[in-house]
Structures are given as C-alpha cells and as structure tokens.
C-alpha cells in the first residue's frame, strides 16, 4: 500500500524516550552489533508521522515530504545499537529477534527529536511486540561496516584536502546506490588552490599513506579542545531542532584522527604537520577505530563543475574499492584481453584499434548500402506505378518486403524514394515491412496527407505495432516508422490484410 504525500513541520521536537541520540550505544561503541534491551513503546503511526527527512538533504527547519511505503510500526527501545539517520551517514538495517524467537527486520531507524525510533513491517510485528518485552537488537553488520569506511574516509579525505589545498567540504553524500560516494568542495580559502586532475592524483595516494600509517581515530564527549580552528562550528551543522534544544540538551560528540607519526614516504607528496590532529570535527556517526581499517582509497578521476567555482569529486574507501571496483576491473580486464588478444597494458591501444575498424567497416556498410538501394527503388518505382491500387483507404500504396533487414535499411531505402523525386502528380507511396531477430519493422513512405492514415490502418490491423511519425506540410513525403512486438510474420499478415500490391 502506497500512502500519499504528507508534510510534517521538522521544528516539532517530542519528547525523548529511552536513551538520547547522541548517547545510544552504536554511538558509545560503533563495533556493538547486538544489544539487549527492552522496548519502551510500540505505535501504529498515520502515514503522517515518519519522521521528517526532508528528501534526504539537511535539515533546514523546512516542512518534511515523507512517503511510507506500507504499514510499519514504530518501536522505541531503551538503546540500541542500530544507528538512526543523520550527520550524512545512513540509517542502519538490522533486525529485532522478539520473545517468541522471531526476528523481524528492521527497515529503517530515524531520529525524532533525541528519540531513536526503529520501523518495523507491521505485517511481522504487529500483535507479537508490547512495551516492556525484552528483545535482542542486531544491526547489518555489513551494512555498517561500509557506512563506517565511507564516513570515516571521508573524513580523512576532506581534511587532507582542506589542508593542502585549501578545499573547504561544502556537502558529501554517502552512496548507497553506486559505489562512489561524493564530496562538493568549495576552493574559497585563503590559501585555496584550484582542483585539478593531477592534484587529485596526489589527493588519493596522501590518503593511502594516511591509512598505511594507522592513526588511531578516537570518539570524545563534547567539543574537542585538541585542535579547535579544526572543529566546526556547532550552530552550522546541527539539524535545526537540535539547535532550538540548545547544545546543552544533548552529547556532543568529536571524532579525532591522530597525529601523523611521520611524513609521508613518497617524496613527491606534500608534508603535513605531525604534531597535531589530522583532523579534529563535530560527528554523530559511526567510525572505524584507525585509518589502518579503512583499507584503501580510490577517488575517480573526474571533476563536475558545480555552482560555478565549486567541484564536485567521487571517492570509495574499503571493501567498496576491493569488491566493487579492483575484483570486477580485473575480471573485466582479463575478458577483454581475451577478446583482442591483449595484455592488461595494451587493452586501450587494442580497444581503440578495434573501434577504428569498426567505423571503417560502418562507413563501407553505408556506402554499400547507399548504393544497393539506390538500384532498389530504381527497380520497384516503376512496378509500384503499374501495380497500385487507386481506389480506397490505402489508394496508390504498395508493400514491399524484404525478409531479413534492418530498421536502418528500410529508412535508407525510403529516404532513396524521397530522393528520387518523383513526378508530382505520382509520389512515391510504399509500406516497406522485414524483420530482424525479434521484431517486426516497417517504414511508410509516400505524401504528409496520406501516410497518418495508413498507419492508423495497420496499427487496427496488427494490434501489436507501436510507431509514429509521418508529420509535415501537405505535398511533402514523410516517414511513419512503426514494430510489431510479436515478429515479422504477424506484421506481414496483417499488412496483407489490406490488400496493397506486393511489388519485388
């Protein structure tokens, strides 16, 4: 059941039950992935009440546009370990294994002022989940893992770059959807330096020294004092409720990555400070416990311009970049050097090679068949001039068909009839049917007032044709162009329906 659209004002804050977002144990602990608990309340929410997401971009105190998909039950436990959407970082899955053993997915978690609240499908849960019953919490640990790499990457990746180049993180999005995740990064600082392919290059392998080095990433309570110019500032990044709370309200949570131990190894990179914190930021999320588990970067070698001076640069960390990008691009690598006979070095020099035989032979197959139809309707015009019929719906037409073609020869073959030029009181009009592997093809030719209504007169006898065209000014020659899912042999039957001439 789909609901309609609703909106819900995202500055109403309820009250908090159960522990505070901020204090919930995935947030205390990112590793738990089981917890105990016992559910404080169990609701049957109006399609009106998911919480507010604003279409997944920040919250800007804007009213929510929400859409529930089916019925769900809202279950708020004491704490838990499954983390609720916010900060960029994804809402987890997971499940809730109930008294009677069931387990019973969970679908979505979202915050709703510091309430955690769990969504549930209502056709497993409902009836088997009361308040005070005790369950057993369990996130996608897979699910987790990835959000984890990603956030933390990026992280690392955006202070780096702030750093060096001075490309202050404007927004990021973690995909969930494709593999790349993405950054916007806005070059206006004092010391800002264009982004540029080849600075990206070194962007990616300053990170991949970062994560060699196994700085520790810690959590703490509060607003860090260990580098404060790096610490953003709390009224730009909280959710607007929070703000209306006050800070005071709820924890503050700082994630720091450590102090470089050396200065990267290859000489070709920029050195960084090693007495400070590569990077010391306001977070809410999940995070890896050192850069050492982010495993490795890849940031895609392309820049979308966005907003004029800002750039918007895709980037994967971890199991993402082993399974999604290096495992599937050797496979690929391996059944294309099968296929041109070459090693992994030589695939885009053999590729190209292929690709420019490949339009020499295109060019050749048009000329050929530039001039075979040429001879064609040189031959037919003149049998479709003794054989037409000149009386009735389809007066002057006649069918042509060539058993094995393609789509791309009967619109060559008509454009030849057009270019012909016929005499005036004698235009050319022809239904030019083949077929290719699956489908039935046609082609009408002949003047703007007629040729609509022969294709209104096939599409009635052969219900499965789906084409169209055949506009222009009366006494022009025009192309409808139309297939039949259901192959040639029903197109041809029904166009022999009509009783047009066959010519060859």
Known sequence: MTTKLVQVPATTTPPTLGTPVGDLLCQRDSFARTLRTK???VTRPAPA???????GKKDKGKPAVVEQQEPVLHVVLED???FPEGGGQPAD????????GKQVPVIDVQRQGLTAVHMVPAAEADGALAVGDEVEATVDWARRWDAMQQHSGQHLLSALAETVYGWRTASWALGTDSVWNSVEFAPDLAHSQPVTLDRLDVLEDMVADHIAADLTVTVHDGASSAAPDRTRGI???LPQDLQELGHDAFTMRTVVIGATPRVPTASSLPAVETEKPVDVSLCCGTSV???AQLQTVAIKPSIAKIRGTNSRVFFAFGERVRTQLTQPGLKRDAALGALVSGAPTELVDKVSGVMETAKADRRLVNTLTNELTAELAKRLLPAAAAAAVKTGA???FVHYHRATTSLDFLVTLANTFKNLDPAPANPVRFVLTGADDKVGLMVVVGPAEDVPHVGDAIRAAVPDVKGGGGKGKPGT????QGRCATGGAALVAGVRTLGLPNVE
């Open 477 to 480: 020659i025009v192309l409808w």
């Open 235 to 237: 009224a730009k990044t």
């Open 289 to 291: 416990a050192s850069t």
């Open 49 to 55: 009440s998911v919480a507010a997401k604003n279409g």
């Open 80 to 82: 838990t370990v499954l």
């Open 39 to 41: 559910v404080l309340a």
């Open 93 to 100: 899955r997971g499940s809730l294994t109930l008294k009677n």
């Open 394 to 396: 389809t007066a002057g």
